[in-house]
């Protein structure tokens, strides 16, 4: 039991960290200054090979955009950069 | 007369169309309103997966083989909320298996917060959470002690937090998580796997405790090309009660203490190295280490202990020429892997598996791929060369193997 307590204080620390460097790092800095295409090609290629914008419609890439959100753990900026680019280039 | 007959037919004719068409333009108004009330504006469904099949040809026989049949369904709900759940049909030993891969709901509570309950596929390295799909995975076979019947827990039920934030130019990923956890395999049922972990999903936990475990990633260029992860899962195996409870000498027998801790390393990187093509890096080492604990040996009639502690690991590179101007070279890729599987020495399951690969892929799609691959599996614990690796029953054979393989993601 007490083992499990240590862990569950390490994990409670771990993401107050979490919290704590997210919210006072910007994440804009820098990711901001990438746009989404860049962001797509970089990211999506990591596990897979990269889908072209029309592969899927636009209400297809928000189910996807948030299924890789989770499945990929992928920042919120990435996301949603991302998604917007395939959205506005699958025509 | 009958002018005025034909006028007033006319007239008649002109009033109903133009009526009829104002009714159209009604109805047409009152059913565009309807549909519009009645379609989904925060609800989105989509269904997809992946299948795979192919043929086998080893040192024994050659088989039409892996038929596998996988639907993912998702389903989104306003911009946080979203549910995944993977079902498995798959034909195996001429009989249809239905499993559940995954199913769990996953909530956005912050930016760098995601939120999961359910079933899912846990990030202890990430062979399993990421490539082991079949369109995924570069080769036909996974990497040894990477499969279901691993060193590494697949799926469980549980609770997890996850999430990934910029630090300066570095990019971090993290996850935590709480499940039901492995049941201790003690030899009642098949003594010569006594010692060894069973991952399989269960819903009821044989005892109170939970199993723990988080990943973190560390992502240090700022393209995301290079990822490094490290992973740990501790969890208590055995039950409350001894599984021999009642036998006056094994009934001593007990596994309520054995603990288990397991680490893993993970490395990914990928880069398109712009006129020389995209190079992919994938490797994991996992770690597990459970305490000592006796076991019964039915076939001897003794009782033995023996350090229980196992390997895995692999490396695997592969090339795609994306740059060269010719559509056919341009979705060619070539593959090369290595990996290994060491279980106890004294356990009855001790095996020394070394297996290379090799592997050329043709995509089709981004999604779809032909795959040609060929395996050399060897144990290096010499009373067991040339046998048939009995450890998994359903494993590799020793020996060589080539796979023509085609997977397909829809």
């Given at each position: 039991m007490k083992n499990y307590l240590n862990i569950l204080i390490v994990s409670l620390f771990f993401a107050v960290m979490a919290f704590g460097i997210s919210s006072c790092v910007s994440?804009?800095?820098l990711t901001e200054a990438k746009s989404g295409a860049q962001l797509w090609a970089e990211n999506c290629v990591r596990c897979h090979n990269t889908p072209s914008p029309t592969s899927y419609s636009d209400p297809q890439w928000d189910v996807v955009g948030l299924h890789m959100r989770v499945r990929a753990n992928l920042t919120d900026n990435e996301t949603k950069k991302i998604i917007e680019f395939l959205k506005s280039a699958n025509n | 007369m009958k002018k005025i007959y034909l006028l007033s037919v006319m007239i008649?004719?002109?009033?109903?169309?133009?009526?009829?068409?104002s009714v159209t333009n009604n109805d047409y108004k009152t059913l565009s309103d309807n549909i519009n009330s009645i379609t989904p504006k925060n609800t989105s469904f989509m269904v997809r997966g992946y299948s795979h099949f192919g043929l086998n040809i080893n040192d024994e026989q050659t088989s039409f083989s892996y038929g596998q049949f996988s639907p993912i369904f998702l389903w989104k709900q306003g911009s946080r909320f979203i549910f995944?759940?993977?079902l498995e049909f798959e034909f195996e030993d001429n009989q249809l298996n239905i499993g559940l891969e995954y199913a769990n709901a996953s909530y956005i509570v912050s930016k760098a917060l995601v939120f999961r309950a359910g079933a899912f596929l846990l990030p202890f390295g990430t062979f399993i959470e990421r490539y082991h799909p079949a369109w995924i995975n570069r080769l036909s076979s996974k990497p040894l002690g990477f499969g279901h019947d691993g060193i590494g827990p697949s799926s469980d039920l549980g609770v997890a937090v996850r999430g990934a934030f910029q630090v300066g130019k570095s990019k971090l990923a993290y996850d935590l998580y709480v499940v039901n956890g492995p049941q201790l395999k003690t030899g009642l049922v098949e003594p010569e796997e006594a010692g060894m972990l069973d991952f399989s999903l269960n819903t009821s936990d044989n005892n109170k405790n939970k199993a723990v475990g988080g990943r973190l990633g560390f992502f240090p260029l700022s393209s995301s090309a290079l990822e490094v992860g490290v992973s740990?899962?501790?969890?208590?195996?055995g039950s409350e009660t001894s599984p021999f409870a009642g036998d006056s000498i094994l009934g001593s027998l007990n596994y309520q203490d054995v603990s288990v801790s397991m680490y893993s390393i993970d490395l990914s990187f990928v880069k398109n190295l712009g006129s020389v093509g995209l190079i992919d890096i994938k490797g994991q080492y996992n770690y597990s280490s459970l305490s000592d604990a006796n076991y019964y040996n039915p076939e001897e009639d003794n009782i033995y202990t023996?350090?229980?502690k196992s390997s895995a690991y692999y490396a695997q590179i592969s090339y795609k020429p994306i740059s060269v101007n010719n559509s056919i070279i341009k979705n060619?890729?070539?593959?090369?892997?290595y990996s290994a599987y060491n279980t106890p020495e004294d356990a009855l399951w001790n095996s020394?598996?070394?297996q290379y690969s090799i592997g050329l892929n043709y995509w089709l799609t981004w999604r779809s791929v032909i795959k040609l691959s060929f395996d050399n599996l060897k144990n290096n614990v010499s009373e067991a060369s040339g046998e048939r690796n009995e450890e998994e029953e359903h494993g590799p054979l020793l020996g060589?193997?080539?796979?023509?393989?085609?997977?397909?993601?829809f």
């Open positions: 994440e804009k800095q | 008649f004719s002109f009033v109903a169309a133009v009526n009829s068409q995944e759940t993977e740990g899962y501790f969890a208590k195996p023996f350090k229980n060619l890729e070539l593959v090369g892997r020394k598996l070394r060589n193997a080539f796979y023509i393989h085609w997977a397909i993601g």
